[in-house]
């Protein structure tokens, strides 16, 4: 609704019980995805609502199915439901997307799920939502690397500072200068690592749902609770930047219409605002999904790199697993910080939030790293496909020394608390 | 030229001498600001092209005053020109800019300057167009501060989580929330800091023109030759990124066009592009800046922090000296690194160069900072207008706890050097 994103405490929309059990539901909601459209026959909107009489704030929230159509008992379509788009917004990009100003005039509703439960009804949804749109953040961050990588492979410009790699031609393609390998580097070494991390999420979710181990269960649940926002957060951010230095690797046209480029950095921006802004994520991270059973899921993922690290001692995997045992102790140094001092002053823990989900990300980060090269190690040493597994653990290192160094600015950040970052007055702003 | 950009070498465009002193331009030229329009009633182009029998490369480029209406002995307008816009660019954003294909097809021009000058000529206007568009990127972060000021303001959304700030209200204004108060931070500090920066160098440019002492003159030109890239770079990036978090802070509201923070975003993502893309930049300030004259603008950089430092040992100051002594050491070991090792490799520079730039950035930004602080600290312990003083020390410190550890990952990035960077074939990506 207009006046409530992120607070659905304040929401105004009523739900009136009629005398058949459905409900007329009355009130505007806003920034609603596909809400109206020509591309099915019917469609069924999910609308949060309050029953007269319900509790205050968010316990007094009910989730509604509201059809455009009415459906008879038969199935097929009945009455047009009172419910129309005011209007279409205009946007910075997924023109792709009707986003609809959606009007309810006492239109026809259901009851989903338990009255005033309607917020745990909804994260059924939200949570999938959230990783489905860190694939998003991801997919755009891959889109972008791939054209970038094409048009770097083919644009003439400038030599090699260390002597012409093309004699023959004009030129060399501008892949040769250091600084656009430094972005293709960093776009490959984010792909790669965030699509192992986020397989390794959704195996966690499936284990979670059909283990017969009750603590693989557990286990499996509690990763999925912790990497949801870490993943939504992070892959979303690096979407968008990554799809913004792609688009720097083309220059001025990278900037123009005609390359596709900028479109993909206008569309990658929505993913860091939808479905719980990126500010939302971190605090879910460190309000939320660090305290729950006494901390369970948090020490659970320190063990499973503990015991990853045991497991991998050899004189090849050492600069992996020093890497990720390097940044798991800054990330526990910074849990401990978060426990020590957010429950003193919760303005503490949400001011080094967004630092903390971005620790968590490059523990994350490097452990995906540390399993690929566990994996390439063996077969990097010659055969068919070494060459492949010899670039992974290029890769890998370039993760290594070039973008887990993020770490120690993080960690510094998150340890100078709230007070610089509240010290000012609103007024004095 | 569509086949060269950054790469001036590859120009093809012709001037073929007259009888009567001009010459007769011939080419296409793309990506020309405000190329054509009907807000003048002439408009005069400048151009690079080759003479006839040129030397080859950038050694033979020349620039030629090329005006749309030929100009008549008494300055009235005469016949129109043999050049016409052949297309105006789609882009993401600077849409009052029409940026124009310019065909010239041998349209009379009158040579600026020497024969085979054209690179020395066009940089009196390139180093001062750098200097204007980091003043773009300033005053975009500024503007997207001030709207998403306003909104933070003025928008209530949960409770602040230390007890709620407006009872009387149906939620706190979003400005308590920690995360907020971090971004909004962020662009205060980033804004003071640079325009204080760009000042302080602007100062150094007046001084190289008009000081009576030799040794200032210098002063003043070996600052400005330096922190010309920096300032182009960092400053646009920053513009880029605040305007991004602005816009963040209006939530589902910024990606909408009706709000304007996602034209800031677009408008803001050209000035890292133009007058030399962010990435040549660094190139100009590692390989050419700071090689010039044996190092001495660098030197002579390093020479005013620690006469600062000397001049500033109060206790009161001691945390902003402390920072600004630390970046200062992180970018001399940073500077040594490269001039041992980019010499045997200039890879290894290019490859650390955007790092280099950064680092050497928050050196200036810790400069600007502790200038302001000094002058804060005596109005600061009462009387009028105190408050304004203890803000700026206030953002000061914001800008050494929680901006100024970004040092930490530059530097350990800066020396991994170019091995991680560049060890893929072009073939492997």
């Not at 505007?28 to 995805?33: A, V």
């Not at 959704?202 to 912790?226: F, I, N, P, W």
């Not at 973008?403 to 004095?428: C, F, N, Q, S």
Request: hydrophobic residues 45%; glycine residues 10%; neutral net charge.
């Amino acid at each position: 609704e207009p006046h409530c994103g992120t607070d659905l405490g304040l929401m105004r929309t009523k739900a009136e019980p009629q005398a058949d059990g459905t409900y007329k539901i009355t009130g505007t909601k806003i920034f609603i995805s596909a809400g109206e459209h020509d591309m099915a026959e019917n469609i069924i909107h999910l609308v949060l609502a309050k029953i007269a009489g319900a509790p205050e704030g968010i316990k007094g929230v009910s989730l509604f199915v509201v059809p455009k159509f009415l459906v008879k008992a038969d199935g097929s379509l009945g009455a047009r439901n009172a419910l129309i788009c005011g209007s279409i917004e205009h946007k910075m990009g997924i023109h792709g997307n009707s986003t609809c100003v959606m009007n309810y005039d006492g239109a026809t509703g259901y009851l989903l799920g338990e009255p005033h439960k309607g917020m745990r009804a909804m994260f059924t949804m939200m949570n999938d939502a959230r990783l489905g749109v860190a694939l998003q953040g991801l997919t755009q961050s891959e889109a972008a690397y791939q054209n970038a990588l094409i048009y770097a492979k083919d644009r003439l410009q400038g030599r090699s500072l260390t002597g012409a790699k093309e004699p023959g031609k004009a030129a060399d393609p501008i892949i040769v200068h250091p600084d656009i390998r430094r972005v293709l580097m960093n776009l490959k070494a984010f792909n790669e690592g965030a699509r192992m991390l986020l397989l390794w999420c959704a195996l966690q979710g499936d284990l979670s749902h059909v283990s017969t181990d009750d603590k693989e269960r557990e286990l499996g649940e509690d990763m999925m609770g912790l990497l949801t926002p870490v993943l939504k957060g992070y892959f979303t951010d690096m979407g968008f930047r990554n799809a913004t230095d792609a688009q720097q690797v083309l220059g001025g046209h990278g900037y123009i219409a005609e390359w596709g480029m900028e479109q993909f950095v206008r569309d990658a921006r929505i993913a860091m605002i939808y479905e719980g802004a990126n500010g939302i994520q971190a605090l879910d991270l460190v309000g939320r999904k660090l305290a729950m059973n006494g901390g369970r899921a948090v020490f659970a993922w320190f063990k499973l790199i503990d015991d990853f690290a045991q497991a991998n001692k050899s004189a090849e995997m050492k600069p992996y697993v020093d890497a990720l045992i390097t940044v798991r102790k800054d990330l526990e140094e910074a849990t401990t910080w978060m426990m020590n001092n957010g429950l003193n002053n919760p303005d503490h823990a949400g001011a080094s939030s967004m630092d903390y989900l971005y620790l968590f990300a490059l523990s994350g980060m490097a452990f995906a790293w540390a399993q690929m090269a566990r994996a390439a190690l063996p077969k990097s040493h010659g055969g068919t496909g070494a060459e492949y597994y010899q670039t992974k653990l290029a890769t890998a290192r370039y993760f290594v020394d070039r973008m887990l160094p993020d770490r120690l600015a993080h960690l510094a950040k998150i340890k100078t608390g709230a007070e610089p970052v509240m010290a000012l007055k609103a007024e004095h702003f």
